[in-house]
């Protein structure tokens, strides 16, 4: 079956069973691999439309990849650890060392994580500098003057 007839299946039986019934069926078979669902997800649920329509979205991608899974779920956490998403990161982690990730992987993960945020910081920062402190501070600036 090609990812395309099985994404037309699956609307199918969201379609015949209903959204709640399989928003249901979804946040339990996520709380039973991964022993918990994150907090978006249960709010999400509240919606189900919306909660199908992200796990849709996020199977796809997750599906499509040509990436072994542990790898996704690998940049998943880094992507969570430089956003400072404590949830994120611990979610991914955990579901990272689930389809295989080492602890090694993952270290090193969270350090090539920290070198790009941290990267991204100054990168950041530093472009501001330039465009906003272009002017020379010494030739602009006459000094204090007294004030009398």
């Not at 602890?103 to 941290?118: F, K, M, P, Y």
């Amino acid at each position: 079956m090609t990812d395309l007839a099985e994404f037309e299946e699956t609307l199918k039986e969201i379609s015949e069973r209903g959204g709640e019934e399989m928003a249901s069926e979804w946040m339990k078979n996520i709380e039973c691999e991964f022993g918990r669902a994150p907090l978006i997800f249960k709010r999400m649920a509240e919606r189900p439309e919306v909660l199908i329509s992200h796990l849709l979205y996020k199977g796809t991608v997750t599906r499509t990849s040509s990436m072994e899974p542990k790898y996704v779920e690998l940049i998943s956490m880094a992507v969570g650890a430089a956003l400072k998403c404590q949830h994120c990161t611990s979610y991914h982690m955990q579901a990272a060392a689930k389809k295989g990730a080492t602890r090694e992987e993952i270290l090193e993960t969270i350090l090539i994580s920290g070198l790009i945020s941290n990267s991204s910081v100054l990168a950041n920062a530093y472009r501001i500098f330039d465009e906003k402190m272009a002017v020379c501070f010494p030739c602009e600036n006459d000094g204090l003057q007294d004030q009398e």
